[in-house]
């Protein structure tokens, strides 16, 4: 799954928005319902970014949130790398 959470992150940067909401969308779920704590913060993290390239600005607030309080439980911080796709 973790291939393909590559892909929708591929999309998000070529500008291919609803492409990369589907797969985002679709990976989110399965990392849940397989109780993936880091897969599901860094698929919530792309859709964070997504949020913020399409000025849902608030909704992206809110999904920032949770990845960083489980990357903080489970310790696993956010690469400063990927601190600049969140903004």
Known sequence: ?????????????EGSLAEAHQILADTID????DQSKNGLAFALDRMASLCVMTSKLEISAHLIGWPDATRKEIGDPRPRIEQTDLY
């Open 1 to 13: 799954m973790l291939n393909i959470l590559w892909l929708g992150y591929v999309a998000l940067y």
């Open 30 to 33: 399965h990392f849940y319902a």
